[in-house]
């Protein structure tokens, strides 16, 4: 939260020399890796499947790290992409954007949901609508507080986390929507042929077609090409420059905790399906949703001083952990695995923290 | 009734001025107007409860409040330190656990004297505060992003030793700690007093001296601070280091306050609560300003209020939507004074 | 505080062939100073000129690459500020450097606090700060309230006394008057006598140069990175001043414009911002350039922000095309066609790491997009290319990051924002500040095309010699409002008398 930068008052950055001498491949490669954090996250990614498949062939793990069994783990890539661009959005929109409520947000519209769909017999559809409504209502609230009212998102967000939570399980007296049509819900969590594709292709689960594709183009989309994406880049690099510019920082950045809230109401559906029963502490259990989620965006390059941040750097992050833990769980089976899991995603995220630390000095910046 | 009275007599009696030309005050203002609030909200509350409950005024119902209070704000000391050099540590929560998992089972194992296994958990948690404050002052990374990593770093390290199963048969030891007799004085809870001895010290550590000063400074404004000779790095770390001794004490309340058995659970969320605490008694999240005192106020009034949802019958769930309730309203009242502030 | 000094006593601070460079620019190519014991020596220069780095190389926060350093007449190293402020160097910035939060006395003391048995002496500490502050001409009960409390003007004087605190034998003050009212200067002049009378060596920044024959003793003149000379005051005068700043005599001439005649399209009048500036009266013509002259601090800054909706005047209209209006916000301002640079370039104008392109269209978004909602890419790209020729940004293409571009080059990508959809109204502020004199050459020569092409240009600037040059009529600010016009024909220290308030108000040609 500290950052040490003197600023310069003359204004001039030192001249950089437009490299006449060419580095040596060797080091632009590292150059590469390390300033552009898809490539780092890429070669990461290629490391570990290579690691993993030459454990199989050779009998280490517990069960063979084949393309199926990749497959099949994809369906815990559904949540943790959706709130990774979650935060992403917020994170993205500057001042020390966070949101730590996005698990609460998923439990308390986890029973929204439960309830329209699961008791009042609303229609699939309906009941969907009204969860993305739900969830982008709660973001809403923080939106609310963080850009209009002027609170630090840390803290506002750490309130709503409680408020939510705590209404999630109150709302039902502690207990889970398990009704038939939630139930039934299941199947869409189920893995599917792909059509066109060789009967050898692996069953990929529904979700990833469902909710994580559309959403990922749609984020993507957003961001890359409308002006609202460049309005939150541009509100995230320098919010007072944006005001300069005319542009509505406090509705941008309002609006980023709405796309948070209503992507977790996405979110809340998935968890919903994969459950086969709205659970009130679906999003806060154990370690909660929003810490991984917070971890994914800052692996896949997200700055948390705001402005930056890509799509494809989350998805790419997010992979990398499913994929590690995937294989870690063959590795070490058991609880041992589970565990290991947890200082894999510790290690990563340290590692990736002070990686981005060093390039910051050393190249000027990840991108 | 028993809230910390330790700063109120402003300033110290010995040390009245008789040379200085300045009349009055020579301290920096000793009680804000956060903490004042905060006592009248509490007060209003316990009022309310005594009234709506007749049970609250039993020793049944507040020693355990109090006991139940001790380890946030013990933690919430460290944290407040660390939170006024504009830092984070989301980490307190593993901490404990991995320093209730060592001590816990070296209780099991080897039946520590309660002094060595005191010293235990407190190294424990200061070994893991220092691997923050390594990682923070001298790696140049945002606190809130290294300590989500070693949040789950440790709790692995804590696994470890729990294996997949509970720790069982842990000896009353720490029984001078717990709710029972034997962790009362004159009726007042060890652990309490203990948080109370704790604070006051932190309290006169942050006003009274040097280099608890500097913590104010770094919070400030971190490049004014090191141009003026403040050693920067050396204060984030020692913060850190503190926050990781005091989790490690808290870790022996835990298990005093638990059963026989330890579950890997333990600690966990205690990090939401011990920031909580710290930011309703009027520490800025953004740092340079912030006192033990409120952080103590804090976690009474959170205590007070998961003690009277239950008391009063309601689902004990509800006690956190009014904890994020007073989250906004303690950071919302203290928006609109330091605006007010601003434009008087 | 004699002009002449002793000749005997070596000099208290003596810096010869002190050269710097930040890469490839040479921020001092050759700097010799030498101050003696209580003396008030100025130091004066452009924008530009090397001050603020000779300053810092001086206080120890950066290192000189040649040049030797003599204290009391032995040779000596400042590599670090706490080697600066051991030596007895103490520099007051321009921004206080204090923590909002700390009372007057804690800041005072921060890093050298006065303890007794390991805790802080508050009675010793709040006796000496209560001296200071007599020192300096603030209350003794200011020693116990919190910094953020204070004025900034206030705040400056303890950054003074902050600076007193460590026994300065030197004590550098950057622009220190820049900020202050008339009877701030005045308490503040007071101090630095008492001081220089008690031996401190005081170094003296100013862009006020009248204020310099109050206070200084000896001027030294920097310009282009190099010392130009060291004179004693009473061989100056604030003309012979800005010549040697200038270089060579002053050729105040400048090419003649013709204004169209027509309606104003901009007017103010008596506007009014609480606490800023009052009874603003200007007037502007389409294709007509006027400067707003004013000091730091005269209010000046605060009048382009408030036409531009930044802030609401408190008083007064402002009128577009004759139709009054209050922009409540840049985006309404834009809607009415005013456009605005922002004064301060890295703070309220670049998006550093984003690149060119996005720096140009980021206040043009509706224009370059379908539906004011998928931006037009190869449009964005096209404005941006057709930007980056039109203004001669120099770069390899328009995906550069503007943090990597000179700060002249990261102005015209600023400037030419503000130019993609032409504004009838432009108002620019401090449009050529940290810029190199190439590409301040060009920055003015797209401005006066921009005037010729039917704009109402609005220049608010404390470069005086910029003010002359490019305005078809210039007026001064001064106090928090307009005073005296000046036509075409102008001079440097006619308008520098008329902003410092030594002239007769009625004395001076319209």
Redesign the interface.
């Known amino acids: 939260m500290t950052t040490a930068t003197v600023p310069d008052p003359t204004g001039t950055p030192p001249a950089r020399t437009t490299g006449d001498e060419r580095p040596s491949l060797a080091s632009r490669l590292l150059r590469l890796v390390l300033t552009q954090r898809i490539a780092l996250l890429v070669v990461l990614l290629v490391a570990v499947v290579i690691t993993m498949t030459t454990l199989s062939q050779n009998n280490y793990l517990s069960a063979p790290y084949s393309p199926s069994y990749m497959s099949a783990t994809l369906i815990n890539l559904v949540p943790l992409v959706l709130l990774g661009l979650a935060e992403l959005l917020v994170i993205t929109s500057g001042r020390g954007g966070i949101d730590l409520s996005v698990g609460a947000i998923v439990s308390l519209t986890g029973m929204v949901f439960g309830f329209a769909y699961g008791q009042w017999g609303w229609s699939l559809l309906a009941a969907l609508a009204l969860a993305v409504a739900f969830g982008a209502l709660c973001g809403a609230l923080n939106g609310v507080l963080v850009a209009y009212v002027g609170f630090p998102a840390l803290i506002t967000t750490l309130a709503t986390y409680y408020a939510f939570r705590s209404l999630a399980l109150v709302i039902n007296d502690q207990q889970p929507i398990s009704t038939k049509p939630v139930q039934d819900l299941y199947s869409t969590a189920a893995a599917v042929q792909l059509p066109f594709l060789p009967e050898s292709f692996p069953r990929v689960p529904l979700g990833i077609f469902t909710f994580l594709v559309p959403t990922v183009v749609v984020v993507w989309l957003v961001l890359a090409r409308t002006t609202w994406g460049r309005r939150l880049y541009a509100v995230g690099t320098n919010d007072v420059a944006a005001e300069w510019t005319g542009i509505d920082v406090r509705r941008t950045r309002f609006s980023a905790y709405v796309a948070a809230g209503a992507i977790s109401g996405l979110v809340a559906v998935v968890t919903v399906a994969q459950f086969a029963s709205a659970r009130p502490d679906a999003g806060v259990s154990g370690t909660g949703m929003a810490l991984p989620a917070i971890t994914i965006a800052v692996l896949g390059g997200v700055a948390i001083t705001g402005g930056i941040g890509r799509v494809a750097g989350v998805v790419l992050a997010a992979l990398l952990v499913v994929w590690l833990n995937a294989g870690i769980l063959l590795a070490v089976p058991g609880n041992a695995g589970t565990q290991l899991q947890l200082f894999a995603l510790g290690a990563v995220l340290v590692f990736a923290a002070l990686l981005n630390g060093i390039t910051n000095r050393r190249y000027g910046g990840t991108q | 009734m028993s809230a910390p009275t330790t700063a109120t007599p402003p300033?110290g009696v010995g040390?009245v001025?008789h040379?200085?030309?300045?009349?009055?005050?020579?301290?920096?203002?000793p009680v804000t107007g956060q903490e004042v609030v905060l006592v009248v909200v509490i007060a209003a509350l316990w009022l309310v409860l005594g009234l709506a409950t007749p049970a609250f005024f039993t020793s049944g119902s507040i020693i355990p409040l109090l006991v139940s209070m001790s380890p946030i704000a013990l933690i919430g000391v460290g944290m407040t330190i660390v939170i006024i050099?504009?830092?984070?540590d989301v980490s307190v929560g593993s901490i404990v656990m991995v320093s209730a998992v060592v001590t816990a089972q070296a209780l099991v194992d080897h039946g520590l004297s309660l002094p060595v296994a005191v010293l235990l958990s407190v190294l424990v948690g200061g070994v893991l505060g220092l691997v923050n404050g390594v990682?923070i002052a001298y790696?140049?990374?945002?606190?809130?992003?290294?300590t989500?990593?070693?949040?789950?770093?440790?709790?692995?390290v804590g696994?470890?030793f729990f294996?997949?199963s509970t720790v069982e048969g842990i000896p009353a030891t720490f029984a001078f700690f717990g709710r029972g007799e034997a962790g009362r004085t004159l009726g007042i809870p060890h652990s309490f007093l203990i948080m109370l001895v704790v604070a006051t010290a932190a309290w006169?550590y942050l006003r009274?001296?040097?280099g608890g000063?500097?913590f104010?400074?770094?919070?400030?404004?971190?490049?004014?601070?090191?141009?003026?000779?403040?050693a920067?790095r050396r204060r984030s770390l020692i913060a850190y280091v503190l926050t990781g001794l005091l989790s490690g004490l808290a870790a022996c309340f835990v298990i005093a306050q638990g059963t026989t058995s330890l579950a890997a659970s333990v600690g966990?969320g205690t990090e939401?609560a011990v920031?909580?605490a710290v930011?309703i008694g009027g520490t800025s999240?953004?740092?340079?300003?912030g006192s033990v005192l409120g952080t103590v106020l804090g976690a009474l009034l959170v205590q007070t209020v998961t003690t009277g949802v239950t008391q009063l019958g309601w689902?004990s769930?509800?006690?956190?939507?009014f904890?994020?309730?007073f989250?906004?309203v303690a950071?919302?009242a203290d928006?609109v004074r330091q605006r007010s502030?601003?434009t008087s | 505080m004699t002009a002449d000094p002793t000749p005997a006593a070596p000099p208290r601070l003596e810096v010869a062939g002190i050269a710097k460079r930040f890469g490839a620019v040479r921020a001092i190519r050759h700097a010799d100073m030498r101050v003696d014991a209580g003396s008030v020596h100025a130091l004066v220069g452009e924008n530009g000129a090397g001050k603020s780095t000779l300053i810092k190389i001086l206080s120890g926060a950066e290192t000189a690459d040649t040049g030797r350093v003599e204290f009391d007449g032995r040779p000596t190293d400042i590599g670090s500020t706490a080697a600066a402020l051991a030596l007895g160097i103490a520099t007051v910035y321009q921004e206080p450097q204090l923590f909002a939060e700390l009372t007057v006395a804690e800041n005072v003391f921060t890093g050298r606090e006065i303890t007794r048995g390991g805790r802080i002496d508050w009675a010793a500490q709040n006796a000496k700060v209560v001296e200071l502050l007599e020192l300096i001409g603030l209350p003794a009960r200011y020693a116990t309230v919190a910094v953020g409390q204070l004025s900034i003007a206030e705040q400056q004087q303890v950054s003074i006394a902050k600076a007193l605190a460590g026994d300065a034998r030197v004590l550098i003050l950057d622009e220190p008057s820049a900020i202050l009212t008339d009877t701030e200067v005045e308490v503040l002049f007071g101090v630095v006598r008492r001081l220089a009378a008690s031996g401190v060596s005081i170094i003296y920044i100013s862009h006020r140069l009248d204020e310099l024959f109050t206070i200084a003793d000896t001027v030294t003149v920097m310009r282009d990175g190099q010392t130009i000379g060291t004179h004693p005051i009473g061989e100056l005068s604030v003309r012979r001043i800005v010549e040697l700043m200038v270089g060579g005599i002053l050729d105040d001439a400048r090419q003649e414009r013709v204004v169209p005649d027509g309606d104003p399209v901009l007017e103010l009048r008596g506007l009014g911002l609480e606490g800023a500036f009052h009874d603003v009266d200007v007037a502007i013509r389409p294709g007509e350039v006027v400067g707003l002259y004013g000091l730091v601090g005269s209010g000046v800054a605060e009048i382009g922000a408030t036409v531009y909706g930044m802030s609401r005047a408190t008083a007064g209209s402002i009128l577009v095309a004759g139709r009054e209006v209050s922009p409540r916000s840049p985006r309404q301002a834009q809607q009415l066609g005013i456009a605005l640079l922002p004064a301060n370039r890295k703070q309220q104008g670049l998006f550093g790491f984003q690149p060119i392109s996005f720096n140009i269209s980021a206040g043009h978004l509706p224009l370059l997009s379908r539906l004011g909602v998928w931006v037009d890419r190869r449009r964005e790209r096209e404005v941006a290319r057709s930007s980056i020729t039109r203004l001669s940004v120099k770069t390899p293409d328009e995906k550069q990051a503007v943090s990597a571009l000179s700060g002249g080059n990261a102005q015209k990508v600023v400037l030419a924002r503000q130019l993609v959809e032409r504004p009838r109204i432009l108002v620019l502020a401090e449009p050529t500040q940290g810029v190199d004199v190439g590409a301040k050459e060009e920055i003015h020569r797209i401005i006066t095309q921009l005037a010729d092409d039917g704009t109402a240009v609005l220049i608010v600037t404390s470069d005086l010699a910029e003010a002359i040059r490019i305005s078809d009529r210039l007026q001064v600010v001064r106090a928090g409002t307009t005073t005296v016009e000046f036509g075409p024909g102008a001079t440097q220290v006619d308008v520098l008398a008329a902003a410092a308030g030594a002239v007769d108000e009625s004395g001076v040609p319209a």
Do not use: C, M
């Open positions: 300033g040390e001025v040379d200085a030309p300045a009349r009055g005050r020579i301290l920096p203002r050099t504009g830092g984070i990682l790696g140049r990374v945002q606190a809130i992003i290294i989500f990593g070693t949040l789950n770093l440790f709790k692995f696994l470890q294996g997949s006169f009274h001296t040097a000063r500097h104010y400074a770094i919070g400030g404004d971190a490049v004014a601070a090191r141009l003026a000779g403040v920067v966990s939401l920031i909580a930011v999240i953004t740092g340079g300003r689902q769930q509800l006690s956190d939507l904890v994020g309730l989250i906004v950071v919302g928006l502030r601003r």
